[in-house]
């Protein structure tokens, strides 16, 4: 609106000009070119007196807003910190008001993304938890197919024994870290204790299979420098199609990983505790 008034007034001093000329002309008071020169500076001033008190604050407004990308979980209103309160009263006023509004809009968006980043991830180890289980399990029945692999982290209660509750957190921490691997091909949840599950949809079994074969040998144990202490990872997995039933698949999966866990225990000649 500012715009369109600012357009007409610089068109109705033109035409006034034009007029103001006309008539000098007739009475022979100045020459047209002087009039020309008078006419033009004027319309500079006012030309310039658009552009800073009307286009130019503009522009930065739309350029300021137009770099915020609404599509991330936490929306960022930095880059509208910088942007000044300049042009003419109105848009002052404008600028303003809407900065006022987006940071109430940052604070509560950043606020209730983080709550509930934080119900759906477990606080330690930052995998997802039971809580987004259970918001995405009718996606992952629906899916062409879906693949489970289940995780326990053998020896977590020897290490909370041996060496606390501290030691345990960490052996935890790092075995989430060695599960990044799969954030590139699905979901990593912390299914509570020492448990963990992955979640890969649309992934053939022989796909699958690679993927195992070239994350278990590298990450597979678990070693402490310290002490000599040794966890190593159990795993099971199943594959299931479209329609079938998660829990049952996961049941299936859990069932494998404590059948890797026994023969694994024999192995070191541990006891199953």
């Known amino acids: 609106m500012l715009i369109v008034k600012s357009i007409l007034v610089l068109i109705g001093v033109g035409i006034v000009n034009m007029l103001v000329v006309s008539i000098f002309d007739s009475l022979g008071v100045l020459s047209v070119p002087v009039v020309l020169c008078i006419i033009l500076e004027i319309c500079g001033v006012l ?4 552009y800073t008190r009307v286009l130019s604050p503009l522009e930065k407004l739309y350029n300021a807003l137009n770099v915020i990308d609404f599509d991330k979980d936490v929306i960022d ?6 942007l000044d309160s300049n042009g003419s009263k109105e848009l002052q006023s404008i600028t303003n008001k809407f900065k006022y509004l987006l940071d109430i809009i940052t604070e509560r968006i950043n606020r209730v993304n983080s709550e509930s980043y934080k119900s759906e991830h477990d606080g330690l180890t930052g995998c997802y938890n039971r809580v ?4 995405m399990k009718n996606m992952y029945e629906c899916s062409k197919s879906i693949t489970i692999v289940f995780i ?3 020896n977590l209660k020897r290490m909370n024994d ?3 509750h501290e030691a345990g957190d960490a052996l935890l921490k790092s075995a989430a870290f060695k599960l990044n691997f799969w ?14 599950m992955i979640v890969v949809l649309n992934k053939s079994v022989d796909y699958m299979k690679k993927l195992i074969d070239q994350w278990y040998p590298t990450v597979g144990q678990l070693n402490r420098d310290s002490d000599g202490f040794k966890c190593v990872l159990s795993y099971g997995v199943a594959h299931g199609q479209q329609g079938c039933n998660f829990d049952a698949l996961q049941k299936q999966a859990d069932d494998r990983m404590y059948d890797m866990k026994v023969a694994l225990k024999k192995k070191f000649g541990e006891p199953m505790r």
């Open 47 to 50: 030309g310039f007196l658009l």
């Open 77 to 82: 209103f930095s880059k509208l910190d910088g």
């Open 132 to 135: 987004h289980l259970d918001n």
């Open 152 to 154: 326990d982290v053998n």
């Open 162 to 164: 041996e060496f606390g």
């Open 183 to 196: 954030n590139n091909y699905g979901d990593v949840y912390r299914m509570g204790g020492d448990e963990f």
